[in-house]
Each structure stands twice: as C-alpha cells, then as structure tokens.
C-alpha cells in the first residue's frame, strides 16, 4: 500500500474512514514486525537545555522549573539497574545540557556498552565528530524529531535554531550508521494538514528506522500556554498512516498520546505502534522531566507487561533493532 500526498491529506480529513485506517495499521504492524512489543528503557539525565523551542517545558528561558543533571557514573549506575531488570535497550533523553560534552557522553556510553544491550541517544543536535564520537563507542541509535517538516512554522517554533541544520544531523547519523529515529508534532498552533503529510513523506525519503509522533500539549510555562492541545486522534492518524507507509519500522506508543488518552497506550499499540518506553530514570529525579504538563509515567516493568499481555502481545527477548535482531 502506497499513498500520494493527495491521498494521505484526504484520509487525515475524512474521519469516516478512520476505523478503516486503524485497523489497516494493525495488519501491517502484525504482517512486518509481528506481536512482539520492544520495552526500551528511558533515562531522563538532564533536564537542562540550551534551546528555546516555544513548545517545550525545558525551554531555557523557563525559569518556574527545578533543573537537573545525573552524574556520569549514576546515569551508568541508572542503566545498569535496567538492564538487570531485563531491559534489552536503554535509552538516554536530555535536554541541549553542554556539561556532557563530547568526552562525558562518550564514558557514559562505553560504562553503558558493558552490559548487555543496544543503545540509543536523544541529546539534540551535535557535529558530525561528536556523532561519530558516540557510534565510536558503542551507541547504537539516535533519536531527533524533525518536530515539523513546514519550515515557517519550524522556525516560529525554534527560536536560534535552524532547519537544515537539523535535517544535517539526521543525515549525518544515517551515514554513520546509527539506526534513526525522527518524528513529529501533532497540533502545533498554525500547523497544516498538508504540512502533516509532508511530514510523513519525509520520515520515508530520510530511511528513518524509528519514528514517534505524539499530540503537541500546552505547557503553562510557555509561549504557547493558551493554545490549545493537539487532537490525540489526528495524531494516531498520523501515526498509523506512518505504519502502512514505511512498514517495518519501530513505532513507540508514545508518553504524550498516553497523556491525552487515559487509553493513549493501547490504542496506540492496537493501530501501529510496536515498541513501549517505560521510564526507568531513578525517581528522585523522575517526575521533573516536564516537557509538557501532567506527563504520563510509565516506569514500572511488570506494569507494561501487564498491559502489553492484555492485548494478546508478547515482550520481545531481543535488542529490537529494525531489522528485528
Ligand atoms: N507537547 C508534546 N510533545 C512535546 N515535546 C516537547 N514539548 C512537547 C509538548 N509541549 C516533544 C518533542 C521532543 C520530544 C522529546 O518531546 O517532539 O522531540
């Protein structure tokens, strides 16, 4: 199944279609990466950023938050704990935090490479050495939303940021061999249905391998307080329209759908998604990651377990890579 951008913008307009479209995404999920649900453990280790994206509650100039930063050898600590727990990927999430520069990410990673499991980052943009750097050392995926693929809106959204050069980093990691993951915003204050389509189009023409979309929710300590919060079906929609589009790929339930659906998990699971990530960063620091207001925690194992056998899945025994070693 393959769709034009014109088809892809009708589909996100008609909403009679939408049971069709869901379930469509569900057979494609089960016919390419099969029932089994990839776990992957999150570390939030800093909640420190540079940037200033509109959107988010790590903005810098948000100064109604309690910042943070593990320590190198507890983030390492962190991991191991989750890997015991039987964890076969960690994941590490930060803010743009330039205390973990290229030489304390690349000791975290290679603390982390001696256990057993696969390795994704989530740091934000970085040079083609410090890229190279981190694959060096063992890191095996990279995580960095476009956010929006409407280069306006981009640049309303990110104040001192730019475009291409994000798009350089996404290349960049493709060509040094990272599995990559991008995705996008759904519901951003002046965002298009055509740009949404857009935005699928270019997950297929950059190989993303990994892709999470989740609803733009309004954070009180943003520019963007008053608007209103993304529409959790139109993000599914997107979601699942992703799924039938690039097949094979490794789709996250995200914490955001979970947010604005108290089902938000396994609706998403039950129209594309394939992999869960619950948080396993140590809970002193836990509930302080908060890019958006009311973030859903999920961080217990046995927790996700539950819910992923609920729905007739299994947990997958391996790394979760895409090609499903
Ligand atoms: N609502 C939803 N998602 C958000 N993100 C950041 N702020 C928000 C928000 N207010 C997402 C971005 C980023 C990811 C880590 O979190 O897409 O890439």
Redesign the pocket.
Known sequence: MNFSKQEIINILKDDSQNDWLFELADKVRRENVGDEVHLRGLIEFSNICKCM?K???LRSPNKNIDRYRIEPDDVISCAEKAVELGYKTIVL?SGEDEFYSRDVMCKIIKGIKEFDCALTL?IGERSFEDYKAFKDCGADRYLI?I?TTDRELYKKMHPNMDFDNRVRCLKDLKTLGYEVGT???VGLPEQTIESLADDILFFKEIGADMI?I??????PE?P?KDCEN?NFTLALKVMALTRVLLKNVNIPATT?METLNPNGRIIALQSGANVVMPNVTTEKFSSKYE??PDKSSLSDRDEAERIIKSIGRTISKGYGFRSNS
């Open positions: 994206c959107y988010c509650g999430q989530s939303r956010e995705g996008c915003l999470g989740g609803p733009f929710i309004a954070h943003t963007l993304g955001a890019i958006y």
